[in-house]
């Protein structure tokens, strides 16, 4: 199983980015898919999540409005469309792959883990 994740760089505030995550070996349309980020010295953190259909999306409080997941069941991937990024929002962003969903936003129910793609938006 590879989950890919990529898209990340750097940005300045106000700015926008998008991120995929390219997975591969596990059956998609059967995992709920996540995205989380970890910045320097604090814990991983949810952003947002996906079920399988992408009928149900969750967000953080701190991205609402500002941060659009998606899937595409077809490609095996799932993106983060970020706008109105700030300087707060920088930090190495994991996609997730969950098969069997308590809280999309729970991050020790997540089976898969891609490797990170740091995002880092400027003042």
């Known amino acids: 199983v590879q989950l890919q994740a990529f898209g990340g760089g750097l940005v300045q505030a106000g700015g926008s980015l998008r991120l995929s995550c390219a997975t591969s070996?596990?059956?998609?349309?059967?995992?709920?898919m996540g995205w989380f980020r970890q910045a320097p010295g604090k814990e991983r953190e949810f952003v947002a999540g996906?079920?399988?259909?992408?009928?149900?999306?969750g967000y953080a409080d701190s991205v609402k409005g500002r941060f659009t997941i998606s899937r595409d069941n077809a490609k095996n991937t799932v993106n983060l469309q970020m706008n109105s990024l700030r300087p707060e929002d920088t930090a190495l962003y994991y996609c997730?792959?969950?098969?069997?969903?308590?809280?999309?936003?729970?991050?020790?129910?997540?089976?898969?883990w891609g490797q990170g793609t740091q995002v880092t938006v400027s003042s």
């Open positions: 997730g792959a969950m098969l069997r969903v308590t809280a999309l936003s729970n991050v020790r129910d997540y089976n898969y």
């Open positions: 070996g596990l059956p998609f349309t059967r995992y709920h």
């Open positions: 996906i079920t399988w259909s992408g009928g149900i999306t």
